[in-house]
């Protein structure tokens, strides 16, 4: 039983450097933030939680002591890691909305939002009044 639990562990590690790999790769080799966004956000979160995973079977397998930091890790990792990729995500957008961004904004541009007559959500309806906000 425990080489059979020690395999699962091997291979927790294994796919959670592969994934960490990805999305370090992904990191400094895509083109644009917005594609960059995607290599640590979600390949490399799922790396390091397949390694937390993998730590947090391997100690009370060996040792017989259980610890709660690694469960505490792995769950901030997997709450603040898509919250954070949103924020970044809608500082993005707003940051070219008001065309005051870097010379690699200005040569791209945003896709257009899904549907036809919407704008993207984080600038809210098409109904909003943005004579309160004084946007353009």
């Known amino acids: 039983m425990t080489t059979l ?80 990729a949103n924020m970044i995500a809608k500082a993005y957008i707003h940051r070219r909305f008001r065309r005051c961004s870097a010379p690699e904004d200005v040569e791209t541009e945003l896709p257009a939002p899904p549907g036809e007559g919407t704008d993207w959500a984080t600038f809210g309806s098409s109904k909003f009044d943005d004579t309160k906000t004084g946007r353009p």
């Open 5 to 84: 639990l020690d395999a699962l562990i091997a291979f927790l590690i294994v796919l959670g450097g592969a994934f960490a790999l990805i999305g370090s790769w992904g990191l400094a080799r895509l083109p644009s933030l917005m594609t960059r966004l995607h290599g640590p956000t979600k390949a490399t979160t799922l790396g390091v939680g397949g390694i937390l995973l993998a730590s947090m079977a391997w100690f009370p397998l060996h040792s017989q002591e259980w610890s709660s930091h690694e469960l505490l890790i792995t769950l901030f990792l997997f709450l603040s890691a898509p919250i954070s």
